[in-house]
Nanobody, 125 residues
Framework: QVQLVESGGGLVQAGGSLRLSCAAS????????MGWFRQAPGKAREVVAAITWSGRTYNADSVKGRFTISRDNAKNTVYLQMNSLKPEDTAVYYCAARIRSASGSYVLPQSYNYWGQGTQVTVSS
């Protein structure tokens, strides 16, 4: 049974930091691209960052220089280090997994096979 379990969300003041973790199980983690997405109320789900099975990373323009995605294949875990947080970063953050052979860009939510339940991040001004 595939599971993606996010943790690390919470309430933080603007300028602060959080580290999200996503523990994966039930599939061959090292063969999957992993992504972090977020969805704010009334807005579409958007990609934040992604890391391919080979370790190549992508960051959305809105988080470049502030967020860093990484993975530990030995622990089947993907991380999102978030620094210099802004109120506009407030959203539910989701972890997602995409099989290596998937088609389409890995910035597209519909190209991902598995999703976590999400963790709330709230940044106060």
């Amino acid at each position: 049974q595939v599971q993606l379990v996010e943790s690390g969300g919470g309430l933080v003041q603007a300028g602060g930091s959080l580290r999200l973790s996503c523990a994966a199980s039930g599939f061959t983690f090292s063969s999957y691209t992993m992504g972090w997405f977020r969805q704010a109320p009334g807005k579409a789900r958007e990609v934040v960052a992604a890391i391919t099975w080979s370790g190549r990373t992508y960051n959305a323009d809105s988080v470049k220089g502030r967020f860093t995605i990484s993975r530990d294949n030995a622990k089947n875990t993907v991380y999102l280090q978030m620094n210099s947080l802004k109120p506009e970063d407030t959203a539910v953050y989701y972890c997602a997994a995409r099989i290596r052979s998937a088609s389409g860009s890995y910035v597209l939510p519909q190209s991902y096979n598995y999703w976590g339940q999400g963790t709330q991040v709230t940044v106060s001004s």
